[in-house]
């Protein structure tokens, strides 16, 4: 299996210009989430997803993200507008609910975002 | 609500040392506990991991991490590390019977030194 896919790796991007990141799970997976990461806040869930419903979004930080899901394999993180602030690494991870290591989570590489 | 503390922000050590690096959780109810660790430029990757039965938990790479309820501890312990082992190494927990969702300690950053 080739693991949790993720793009772009990298994205430098202008302030105020829309991003949008996207991930593809582990075939058979019914969970997915995305994290973001920085020095300041750690890891931080955003939003997650059980088969392909929003189950909770409070992380979320604000209106200018949102995600979406509309099949089992894939799943984008927009941001519109973005804001230097939202530098930072984001990552997708995935489980399944079905096997034994229902609570494991997968993670992609990430993807490494900079608002200048 | 769970919670984890990560004591170490930096562990630095030499190679061939052991070492240990230290996790504490909150909850009132029963647990799952993770250790993930993620090298640089990479995503998280599970090292261990406790479900139930033995306390003493073998992971990859000569981890292994001991569920101490009474403590509500979960520390990482390698008996002798090498610079491979550089990386940041993250604490998580979830509670059993709940969503599986799992919150994440803010990390420990272990640096070995020739």
């Known amino acids: 299996d080739a693991g949790v896919i993720q793009s772009p790796r990298h994205e430098v991007t202008e302030m105020g210009q829309e991003v949008t990141l996207r991930c593809k799970p582990i075939?058979?997976?019914?969970?997915l989430f995305w994290y973001r990461q920085t020095m300041m806040r750690g890891l931080e869930l955003l939003i997650y997803?059980?088969?392909?419903?929003?189950?909770?979004d409070s992380g979320m930080p604000e209106d200018r993200f949102s995600a979406k899901m509309p099949n089992a394999s894939f799943s984008t993180l927009k941001i519109q507008p973005s804001e230097p602030r939202d530098s930072a690494v984001y990552f997708c991870?995935?489980?399944?609910?079905?096997?034994?290591?229902?609570?494991?989570?997968?993670f992609g590489p990430g993807t490494r975002l900079t608002v200048l | 609500a769970q919670s984890v503390t990560q004591l170490d922000s930096q562990v630095p050590v030499f190679e061939e040392a052991p070492v240990e690096l230290r996790c504490n959780y909150s909850?009132?109810?029963?647990?799952?506990l993770f250790w993930y660790v993620q090298y640089p430029n990479q995503g998280l990757q599970l090292l261990l991991k406790?479900?139930?039965?033995?306390?003493l938990v073998k992971g990859i790479n000569g981890f292994e991490a001991e569920f101490n309820k009474s403590q509500t501890s979960f520390h990482l312990r390698k008996p002798s590390v090498h610079i491979s082992d550089t990386a940041e190494y993250f604490c998580?927990?979830?509670?059993?019977?709940?969503?599986?969702?799992?919150?994440f300690g803010r990390g420990t950053s272990l640096i070995v030194h020739p």
């Open positions: 406790y479900l139930s039965g033995s306390t």
């Open positions: 909850s009132s109810v029963s647990v799952y």
């Open positions: 991870a995935s489980s399944s609910a079905t096997s034994g290591s229902l609570v494991e989570q997968f």
């Open positions: 998580a927990v979830s509670e059993s019977g709940g969503s599986y969702i799992p919150t």
């Open positions: 075939s058979g997976h019914n969970s």
């Open positions: 997803f059980n088969n392909n419903v929003p189950i909770d």
